[in-house]
């Protein structure tokens, strides 16, 4: 199953696509849980997967240089978003961020894109799939 979101980019040059990924639900007909890799709590599951203007898995730096790779996510139920959203050095123009953490451990997980919509791009090496 497909469906195809999209996410307006508000600096006026063209929407987001977002495209919802439910592959593994369709293949196995159960969830397969992605979960915080620090203290093994669920975050997500494989069918919130979306692509975001095309891309699942993003590389970007932050301001001080840290790089980090994330995938895109529908929802996380798993992750608590705290504090003001910010559209200051956003990596999708016309969306705001908030950091988002484990709501188990607290451990950084990512953040909270928000816009016309909102997704979350979870740090992939903060996680790990069950099997």
Not at 72 to 95: D, I, K, L, M, V
Request: glycine share 10%; aromatic share 12%; charged share 20%.
């Amino acid at each position: 199953m497909f469906a195809v979101l999209q996410f307006l980019d508000t600096s006026g040059s063209e929407y987001l696509d977002v495209e919802l990924v439910d592959r593994e639900k369709q293949a196995t007909g159960r969830k397969k849980h992605i979960r915080c890799r620090s203290c093994h709590a669920p975050v997500t599951d494989e069918s919130e997967r979306v692509t975001v203007a095309g891309k699942h898995v993003y590389v970007r730096a932050n301001p001080a240089g840290i790089e980090y790779e994330f995938g895109c996510f529908r929802a996380a139920e798993g992750c608590t978003a705290f504090g003001n959203a910010t559209a200051e050095y956003t990596w999708f123009p016309g969306y705001r961020w908030q950091v988002s953490v484990c709501r188990q451990c607290g451990i950084h997980l990512g953040w909270l894109f928000s816009g016309q919509d909102r997704f979350f791009g979870l740090i992939l090496s903060q996680l790990q799939q069950e099997n």
